[in-house]
DNA sequence: ATCTGTCAAGTGTTGAACAATTCAACAAAC
DNA sequence: GTTTGTTGAATTGTTCAACACTTGACAGAT
């Protein structure tokens, strides 16, 4: 029997890949504050199955909940972009070394995610190129073959992604980072991993140093904790848990 | 103006704090089934507020979720072995790299986690040991200085201890891994980082068999799915529960 | 024995309530 | 005018009770 594609999710969890999306999507911006009645009445649900959807989300980093102030959309300081940079050298460099003998099928995917970036970019549909950038980095990931490292790389993507909805087309121009992709393929199948993490270790630091820069230039005023925000000192009332 | 840190904890969170405690402290061993209600009211705290929690351990992988069926403490297959090892690998050997100019705060927590370690071997409490050992693996990877890395290792970690509670004082002896460590840290602040990492990774390889090892005398044909079912696995479960 | 329908138990979800806390506006005091 | 209570609406935290939906086990029929 073909027993094999049932998924039964619950009501939360698929409330939780709604938001996701809108948060992912930039169409829920960082900083925005989530009420939890409205939220739920709009999309059909109860107020504690919204809750169980933003406890889901406040753990995977997306959403910040202070308490008994409410729930926002995760904002991201210079410092939070370092720590993912750092992270994703680290990761990524693992990646690479485990690629010694890297499965035929995976630098399929690697080659298929490298022409959809490219189309993207001719578009000039910036968003689906930044999304197809990021898968290609998602595969290398792969290499590892470890389901805990690759869900916790997702996971950081996924907030450096919150991070970038500010960056979007006006600031950043995806398509100049073409040649490095393709050069760090060609490196990779060549089975010049040396190489090929020197050059991936560059365009990590090209890239936050990019965004970093974004960011000074954008938030300047705007600092993380302005959304909730005490008379006497806007620092201490970050207090926040999950 | 030195106030402490006022801390405001939902109940929820501070009901998770119980349950991960209890979890990894052994009292509730892998594969034992959490009924909600029962829990909820030995607790004294509502049913919601009880999944809440259940929500916020089955994020961090110590409890596992079947929709409709329950849920239960995690079981680590060897599987999960493997990966978790492969992520201290990655993760201590980029934190031994970091550590060029050791902060020597850190190194001072280093040496007294030594110690510890070594007179709880003394007192022959191997529960204390382990965690001392685990501890000292822990402050390792602070000199990342890196937030997410951390928590994802302490994370990783949990889970690693969750399946260490069966391996407990009857099929190991912790006493004689001092000597690594002691050799780890003299190594650490000589500034031998090359030849620390070499022990390091023995170390760890060494680890991994050895819990390999006796998972499988213990635990011979149990996977982590196997519990959910058919009839004659609910009877291997049911073992599990006394 | 195998199969099938029934049934109790447990989880998933809802809706309404109440308690606790925050925040802003306003009044009172210096 | 600035500071210091005080009030009150709004929102979140928590509880409670109900119902719908699954599941696993059991009893009876084949």
Redesign the interface.
Known sequence: MERSQIY???VADQVAGVLRQRVLSGELRPGTSLQEIPLAESLGVSR?TM??AM??LS??GLLKRS??RGIAVAQLSLRDVQ??Y??RR??EI?ALEAAKAPAPELLRELFAALEQYEEAVEVRDWISAVNHDLHFHSLLIRF?G????ES?YQK?IGELRVGMVLVDQRHDHPGILIPVHRKLYQLLTAGKLKQCAKILLQHLDDSESRLSKVMNDHGATRTPESSARSKTNGKAAA?V?D
Chains 1, 2 share one sequence.
């Open positions: 039964r999710v619950s504690n809750r169980e406890r889901i753990l995977e308490i008994h720590e993912i750092h992270v680290v990761l693992s590892l470890n389901k805990r490292l916790f950081t207090r848990h």
